[in-house]
């Protein structure tokens, strides 16, 4: 298997970590395998690829979808980013909990968010490049989000010494409980 595949503490999401071949030439690494992660128990389809470039203190999310959930798996290419998934499932246990994962290009480590997950993240490089494939096509009539300090969700956002960056319309999302029922 060319993966390591880490389960984190909210049922659902994983860590993964892919097996790199490297010398003096380079390296080689795969990214996804349908075959490796089936055997892992993650036999998820994905039908679009995203990539997003951000600078130092970008802090993007929370975001959703309502009627067309979708599953992620989320990379950084350059630089570093911490990444959070939220529990917004309405009969989890887990229900409102987040969990972060650094995700690095030099590490190549990979964070698996199903659906049923509010998703955001924040540059802590002086830049990165983002990527990640989704289960489903995204339908911006149907986004829905959580604002990023949410109290009752209280996510620890490392500090940078200077203020975030968001857009106008992540300043807007609501409350945890507003959003989700």
């Known amino acids: 298997?060319?993966?390591?595949?880490?389960?984190?503490?909210?049922?659902?999401?994983?860590e993964i970590t892919p097996q790199i071949f490297g010398d003096n030439r380079g390296y080689?690494?795969?990214?996804?395998?349908?075959?490796?992660?089936s055997a892992a128990g993650l036999g998820m389809r994905f039908v679009q690829d995203n990539q997003s470039r951000s600078v130092k203190g970008v802090l993007r999310g929370l975001h959703f979808q309502k009627q067309h959930p979708q599953g992620k798996l989320v990379r950084v290419i350059e630089g570093e980013v911490f990444d959070v998934a939220?529990?917004?499932?309405?009969?989890?246990q887990t229900r409102g909990?987040?969990?972060g994962l650094v995700l690095s290009g030099e590490r190549r480590n990979q964070f698996y968010i199903p659906q049923g997950f509010a998703h955001g993240f924040l540059v802590l490089s002086e830049s990165a490049l983002f990527a990640y494939k989704c289960t489903?096509?995204?339908h911006p009539e149907?986004?829905?989000g959580i604002i990023w300090n949410d109290c009752t969700i209280n996510i620890g956002w490392p500090k940078l010494g200077i203020d975030y960056m968001l857009s106008?319309?992540?300043?807007?999302?609501?409350?945890?409980?507003?959003?989700?029922?």
């Open 1 to 14: 298997m060319a993966f390591q595949f880490t389960p984190c503490p909210i049922e659902g999401l994983y």
């Open 28 to 37: 080689f690494f795969e990214v996804y395998s349908e075959r490796d992660f």
């Open 86 to 92: 939220v529990d917004i499932r309405l009969n989890s």
């Open 97 to 99: 909990k987040w969990h």
């Open 136 to 138: 489903d096509f995204y």
């Open 142 to 144: 149907d986004e829905g």
């Open 168 to 181: 106008e319309k992540d300043k807007k999302l609501p409350e945890f409980v507003s959003c989700t029922g």
